[in-house]
């Protein structure tokens, strides 16, 4: 995502590269607010951005990582991890945090179109897992931190996991829609989830209660 | 997916009729096995099943909907849930199916060409909830059924919201591809299932502690 090395001073090529990128980046949020990720063509990126197609592929080979940059740094602002004093409380911060920025929003719709293309793109793939999931799970893991230093959970507790349990049964309702993701729904994960931790012998590397 | 209806006896229509279908599922199939989802054509199913590309068409408007097909009977075959005695072991089995079915092979690969398309295609998208989503869910279901009847969890557990944890969970590793489906993660989310469901108090319908 670096832009290309400059091997002599082009007094004014940088700035301009810079704008372009910008009005690159702001014509492809346009498009995904107004029609989503499906609909939206290299071609009308460059017109609305007032550049080439070709200037467009200089930074981002293909539509998916084009769409990735445009939204990530979006949805990543949207996910806080805030100190509610519980483990409960910030697991159902985080989860109702995800909710809210998905459910129903052109935000939503993105990130399932990219998830989508993650499955076709070997190299989005590889960005979505360094640059988003990567990311996004290590601010989520500040909750687990928390949850160790207050003595809520045991230190063999798998973040990892709890993180699966959390965002991977909310995903399902979004991705197979075959449910609504209801605040009741969020609840209930959580509820489930701290019963299970606070038990003791849950989520632990499997190196808790053996079969 | 039923067959056109016909108006007139054509004595030898019905059983061409029925090869074409099954010729046009095999072929679908042996495609899926060699190359997967994305690289599988109309086209080369057509040749290799001997039939016209309308004839396919006629059976099947989608790419999508042709690999559902073929894709779907023999992934629910591969989906029991055999009766171990406990709701540990139960659980367990059925997500060892799972990744067993999914991990490092062509169905996994499929399922997961299958749920991108399902982001893109709205008709796929209903076809996907009706046939293959509620069809393995009720299959899974009888896991609660039986650990409500051996008395093992409370009439207030929410099947739905276990479903989503065991198996949102691991779609979200298989999608996402952040960390692997070992069996160690496999144990780790049927114990903190099984500790929070026994704790008496969690995935109740939200109707158990309160906020």
Tied chains: 1, 2.
């Excluded at 007094?11 to 704008?19: D, K, N, T």
């Excluded at 990582?65 to 602002?77: G, K, R, S």
């Excluded at 945090?97 to 935000?107: A, D, E, F, N, P």
Aim: hydrophobic share 40%.
């Amino acid at each position: 995502m670096s832009e290309p090395t400059i091997s002599a001073p082009v007094p004014r090529g940088r700035p301009r590269s810079e704008r372009s990128h910008r009005a690159i980046l702001e014509a492809a949020n346009e498009i995904l607010e107004e029609r989503g990720f499906v609909d939206l063509t290299m071609d009308e990126v460059a017109q609305r951005g007032g550049v080439s197609k070709a200037t467009i592929y200089r930074w981002w080979p293909t539509k998916g990582m084009l769409v990735f940059e445009a939204f990530t740094a979006n949805f990543l602002a949207r996910q806080p991890t805030p100190d509610t004093g519980s483990l409960r409380g910030d697991l159902l911060a985080a989860l109702r945090s995800w909710i809210r920025t998905v459910k129903g929003t052109v935000t939503g719709r993105t990130l399932v179109g990219l998830i989508a293309e993650v499955q076709r793109d070997p190299d989005l793939a590889e960005l979505w897992r360094e640059r988003f999931v990567t990311r996004v799970r290590a601010q989520h893991r500040l909750i687990f931190d928390r949850a160790l230093g207050r003595g809520e959970i045991l230190a063999d507790v798998d973040p990892d996991v709890m993180l699966d349990l959390l965002f991977g049964s909310a995903y399902h309702r979004l991705l197979q829609s075959h449910l609504p993701l209801t605040d009741r729904f969020a609840q209930a994960v959580v509820d489930m989830m701290v019963a299970g931790v606070q038990s003791g012998h849950a989520a632990t590397n499997g190196n808790g209660k053996k079969l």
